[in-house]
């Protein structure tokens, strides 16, 4: 029996990529996106689901409980980009990322758990972000809100456990994909204290993008993962330089890393 799997965001980017990965793999996948379109290339079926919506999230669930009876995995993938100096970027705009970087993720596991719960089985992977390793100046709101579902997720997975299910991480690090057209940018502001190194990080920012990672990369361990009999807790996906950014966090003093961080990012 193929198991089945559903991936949150799988318009485009990891998401898809991961979505026609395993459904090229035999699994039953599900992908979703708030205005679905599905491509005549897509090899998995795409639904409508919104994160920070629970009639929403309830609803697609409901529909492949009802067609297939179960879920065995899920991959909590849907997310948003932001940028902006803490001081200009409004607070109204990080409110919405953290309602669907995190509480759209966790509402998503609070909907599908009670059904792995009566399977006794389950896998949910939830994508972060090696950026919520640290806080990344004009990118603090994202980091913070990867930074929280890495935590939260060491806490769900221990309170699941005794049921059969499995919970891990996969944090990427600069992925080849269309995240920063889907970014809320902080408007370079004439009157603003930043407007210059926020400038000039702008264009690392979509620098680093476009000379990221494949996305089969992140879809491959994700693969991995799930045919795992005991995954860890946290995965990295990356670069040299991204993964060995946290093992510097680790070791270097704080304010030692701070300089190396501010030197990389030109401030």
Do not use: C, W
């Not at 089969?216 to 991995?224: D, E, S």
């Amino acid at each position: 029996m193929s198991n089945v799997v559903l991936i949150t965001g799988a318009s485009s980017g990891i998401g898809k990529s991961t979505a026609d990965f395993l459904s090229n793999k035999n699994y039953i996948v599900y992908g979703t996106g708030r205005n679905p379109k599905k491509s005549e290339n897509d090899s998995f079926s795409l639904i409508s689901l919104d994160v920070t919506k629970l009639d929403s999230i309830e609803k697609a669930v409901d529909y492949i409980i009802n067609k297939e009876g179960r879920i065995d995995v899920l991959v909590n993938n849907a997310g948003m980009g932001i940028t902006g100096s803490i001081e200009d970027t409004p607070t109204d705009e990080m409110r919405k990322v953290f309602d669907t970087n995190l509480f759209g993720a966790i509402d998503v596991m609070k909907v599908v758990l009670p059904h792995m719960r009566k399977q006794q089985s389950g896998i949910i992977i939830n994508i972060t972000s090696i950026a919520g390793y640290m806080g990344l100046p004009y990118r603090g709101v994202y980091s913070a809100t990867k930074g929280a579902l890495d935590l939260v997720t060491e806490a769900i997975r221990m309170e699941a456990k005794e049921f059969g299910i499995k919970i891990a991480t996969v944090a990427p690090g600069e992925v080849a994909t269309n995240i920063a057209a889907g970014r809320y940018y902080t408007p370079v502001l004439e009157n603003s204290a930043y407007k210059e190194k926020y400038q000039i990080n702008l264009s690392l920012m979509n620098d680093h993008v476009d000379s990221g990672l494949n996305p089969i990369k992140i879809a491959q361990q994700i693969y991995n993962i799930i045919n795992l009999s005991q995954p860890k807790v946290h995965y990295r996906v990356g670069g040299f330089m991204d993964k060995f950014s946290i093992i510097l966090k680790k070791i270097l003093p704080s304010k030692i890393y701070e300089k190396l961080l501010m030197n990389y990012y030109q401030l």
